[in-house]
């Protein structure tokens, strides 16, 4: 029985992984549960799945927590320092981080650190220090399972293959609300429409990211370093239907693919059960109901974020922090009515372009371009 710690779980990513816990008692326990605010959902899931202790962002509603979990035997901690080093308060065979953006990285960072294998969902984490965290890896003989449903169908086309085989891989994009409009349709857009995906039930910020193609971009990123294959050898794929999860092209021009319903709690059981394929009751795919795949090009003159997404990943360095980042930013004003959906895009370009430039960052000058990213964008969003 693996033992798990779920960090971000009043999320989608987390509820759903509670989910797929729930259907495989036999097969995972939960020790720790980490949420931010959401205190109704964090009690709920202690009564049912029980962890031992129970990591709380939000101080100001200790009370509450705790009057409502009264009955329970659950040790519950708060803060953002708890959250970093949560392994020192239970024993995990592996970590689900499905917190979002930068939150993720210290948690990460400090978990491989400690040999905690990663089922890794806060894609944020590997863009801002992909070079860093993939070297701790190896040092620490930690693995990462990628739970992004395109990471997760690279990771298994990969299994039993030799890297030198690999050619190029293909990333599937759904295309998000937007697909097939211009930049003049894009200016009047409103969170509600952009939060609006065809095919995924996300949170809110990797939704955005979505509809500007953003979030295919950090997936390139992503990519770029699970897997050790140059920028120029990942090639991204309009695929409306999101049922091919992504390919694997090899030398020899064989291709292989993963297929399903677009469903995330397929890859989230296989990162958490790798090797083991577990039975499950999730609805099958019918090729005969879906007899239409279909594939285009991103337009990257509408998409300007999947473009400056490739420059950044092929610059390298405190590029894709600063790409990271700055989207962090204006996703968040974006949502809060402060800037306007085409404004986004502008901005992130403004900072690409303005940030100094580190060839080999350490997590420390790192964390220093996270700060002057931010705060030149906040500025720049004042000035608006
Ligand atoms: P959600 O916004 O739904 O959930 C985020 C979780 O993190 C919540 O539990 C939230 O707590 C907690 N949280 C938010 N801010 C902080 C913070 N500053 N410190 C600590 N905890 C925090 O996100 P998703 O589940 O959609 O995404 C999680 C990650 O997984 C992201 O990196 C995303 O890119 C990635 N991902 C998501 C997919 C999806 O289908 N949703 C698919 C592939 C990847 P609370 O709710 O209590 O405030
Ligand atoms: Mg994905």
Known sequence: MKKIAILGSTGSIGTQALEVISHLKDDFKVELLSAYSNFDLLSQQVKKFKPKTIIFGDNSKSKILEKNLKQEKVNIIYGEDALNNFFKYSEVDIVLT???GKSGLIPTINAINNNINIA???KETLVIAGDIIKKLCENNKVNIFPVDSEHSAIYQC????????????????SGGPFRGK?????????KEDALNHPNWDMGNKI????STLMNKGLEVIEAKYLFNIDIDSIEVVIHPQSIIHSMVEFKDGSIKAQL???DMKLPIQFALGYPDRLRNNFKRFNF???NKLTFEKP??????NLKLAFQAGKKGGNSPCILNSSNEVVVEAFLKDKISYLDMTKLIEESLNKISYIATPNLEQLIETDLKTRSFINKKIKSL
């Open 182 to 190: 211009s930049i003049g349709d894009l200016k009047y857009i409103k």
């Open 158 to 173: 990969l299994l039993g293959e030799k890297q030198k085989n690999i050619d190029k891989i293909i990333l599937t994009a």
């Open 207 to 210: 939704s955005i990211d979505s």
């Open 98 to 100: 499905a917190l979002v």
């Open 120 to 122: 890794l969902a806060n």
């Open 260 to 262: 399903g319903d677009p």
């Open 288 to 290: 005969l109901k879906n």
């Open 299 to 304: 337009c990257l003159k509408t998409f300007n």
